[in-house]
């Protein structure tokens, strides 16, 4: 039985990239058929939405996507893409692994922290309000109890699942004393839930210095919206960069992986794209739907080209281009 996934090929340098990750997948037997929609600045130009509905209907049909990167058009009154998928599905959990990678060079050689962020509540709700009289502007920060405890729990229940040693929760509750106050007070009473697993909470400034000091200190971490948009990328910079990261936004019934980099229209049909962002979000994805063989399968062929400097896209320092990248991927795969 083949899975029937959503697949969502984006703008720019996502068709490139998409096409990539697609034939890898398929080389490897992963067993996957897509229905293919558009969303974003190209389905925006060609049928005036930029999510369309049959889009979100076939993404609770299938339960799973796969997203390559879109562009919101600039100017007034577009809500980002990202953000109208998140709050559609109730994809609460942002989920960011962030690993070393072989044959990437960075700082620190032994990076392997998961975050998990909050994804539809803080000040990414968009509660903002306008004084024109007095000139003042407002964004309201909304932190709810049920949002605290189902991230905060999702966060535990996988250092569980896979072995992890401990959650670290990033707050601000020295200042900001009610929302992060009871954001840490229902952390800490989740915490008592699992003794097997080490708990600590740290201040978001401390916790910045300490991750670029000392990441290898850090295994799961879980945080509000805007805090985790801010340390997810940070983590991404400590093993190179977000075009090499997974990405997944999740709820309790559906589940959209992406590769959270930008759509590079820049660079877009120049043969230059690095699709291993979206293929990693590809092997996370084939662990959630239990096609563990195969997503080991092709993280082995990934960290095997990666290793090969030469073989790699121009931004890790190599000679290939998309095409090239992939081919050698595909070989790995098979031999």
């Not at 803080?122 to 605290?148: M, N, P, Q």
Request: proline letters at 3%.
């Amino acid at each position: 039985m083949r899975t029937i996934v959503t697949l969502i090929p984006g703008d720019g340098i996502g068709p490139e990239i998409t096409e990539s990750v697609c034939e890898i997948l398929e080389k490897a037997g992963a067993e996957i058929s897509w229905e293919t929609y558009l969303a974003g600045e190209r389905s925006f130009q060609e049928n005036g939405e930029l999510i369309p509905r049959a889009l979100i209907e076939s993404i609770k049909r299938n339960r799973y996507a796969l997203k390559a990167p879109v562009t919101t058009p600039v100017g007034k009154g577009f809500k980002s893409v990202n953000v109208g998928l998140r709050q559609e599905l109730d994809l609460f959990i942002n989920l960011r692994p962030s690993q070393t990678l072989p044959g990437v060079k960075t700082r620190f050689d032994q990076v392997d922290i998961v975050l998990f962020r909050e994804n539809t509540e803080g000040l990414y709700a968009g509660l903002e309000i306008y004084d024109e009289r007095l000139g003042i502007a407002d964004a309201i920060k909304r932190v709810t109890r049920k949002g605290s405890e189902r991230i905060i729990r999702a966060a535990f229940d996988y250092a569980r699942k896979h072995n992890r040693r401990k959650v670290t929760l990033v707050h601000k509750a020295n200042i900001l004393k009610i929302t992060f106050g009871m954001f840490l007070e229902i952390g800490r009473t989740i915490s008592a839930e699992y003794p097997d697993i080490q708990f600590e909470d740290v201040i978001i400034d401390n916790m910045c210095m300490q991750l670029v000091r000392n990441p290898e200190k850090y295994d799961v971490v879980v945080t509000t919206n805007l805090f985790g948009d801010i340390l997810s990328d940070l983590n991404a910079g400590l093993v190179g960069g977000l075009g090499i990261v997974a990405g997944a936004n999740l709820s309790e019934d559906y589940f959209v992986f992406e590769a959270v980099h930008g759509s590079a229209p820049d660079i877009a049909g120049q043969d230059k794209a690095n699709p291993t962002a979206l293929l990693q979000s590809a092997i996370l994805m084939l662990e959630y739907l239990g096609k563990f063989d195969v997503a080991k399968n092709i993280k082995n062929a990934l960290f095997h080209v990666l290793a090969q400097q030469e073989w790699c896209t121009a931004d890790l320092g190599g000679q290939s281009g998309t095409r090239k990248f992939t081919q050698h991927i595909v070989q790995a795969l098979q031999s």
